[in-house]
């Protein structure tokens, strides 16, 4: 089955403790990208790559870190996570090497609350 | 960047009757405007998407216009039914980023 998927699904951590989601795709997808869902604000990019070691920053980068060693992996990294990083995150991956003109296919999300 | 705001933030329509959500982009650049659903506990979905050179685009019981002029565009549902309540997301592209309105909460009565 083609598809997105992220681990873990939900985590609890404290501030301060690095932690990495992992997001995996198999449909062989050139661009995958990383966003955050928070109420009222829908739903706002972090880091996108367009191909195995090319990544670029989103609206919202800091405090994240993102790696493309593998075409089908593109892990998202907290280095040191607070508080205001609580928040529900998804994985999208999609054909196209640009958000233009393909569709992207999310991930279930994983659901992060850093107390 | 791009600002993309999205209206109504809540919806309730009545079954069989229609829904109209709108949504205005701030960048000109932007050529490519897709909708998502998103079903409670699940990533967002594509329904329809409309590019720059296209004014209206329709599957089905939903359609999408595009204004470039006014730069704002437009999901319409029609005959509504119970599955389609959800929360429905605009998006604006131009290259590498998408960037997405907040959301509308959609409740379909029955």
């Known amino acids: 089955e083609a598809q997105v998927t992220q681990n873990p699904r939900y985590l609890i951590t404290v501030t301060g403790k690095k932690l990495t989601v992992t997001c995996s795709q198999n449909?062989?997808?050139?661009?995958m990208s990383w966003y955050r869902q928070d109420p009222g604000l829908g739903l706002r990019q972090i880091y996108y790559?367009?191909?195995?070691?090319?990544?670029d920053k989103g609206d919202v980068p800091e405090g994240y870190k993102v790696s493309r060693k593998e075409k089908r992996n593109f892990p998202l990294i907290l280095e040191s996570p607070s508080p205001n990083q609580t928040s529900l995150y998804f994985c999208?991956?999609?054909?196209?090497?640009?958000?233009?003109?393909?569709?992207?296919?999310f991930g279930p999300g994983t659901r992060l609350t850093v107390t | 960047g791009e600002n993309v705001e999205q209206h109504p933030s809540t919806l309730s329509v009545q079954e069989g009757d229609s829904a109209v959500i709108k949504c205005t982009y701030s960048?000109?650049?932007?050529?490519?405007f897709p909708w998502y659903k998103q079903e409670l506990g699940k990533g967002p979905q594509l329904i329809i998407d409309?590019?720059?050179?296209?004014g209206e685009k329709k599957d089905q019981r939903i359609a999408v216009t595009l204004n470039k002029t006014a730069k704002h565009f437009s999901l319409h549902i029609t005959e509504t039914q119970p599955e389609d309540s959800a929360v429905y997301f605009c998006?604006?592209?131009?290259?590498?980023?998408?960037?997405f309105g907040a959301g509308t909460t959609v409740t379909v009565r029955a």
């Open positions: 999208a991956s999609s054909p196209g090497v640009t958000a233009f003109a393909y569709e992207q296919y």
């Open positions: 449909m062989n997808h050139e661009y």
């Open positions: 790559s367009m191909n195995v070691e090319v990544t």
């Open positions: 960048d000109s650049a932007s050529n490519y």
């Open positions: 409309i590019r720059s050179n296209v």
């Open positions: 998006a604006a592209s131009n290259d590498y980023k998408l960037s």
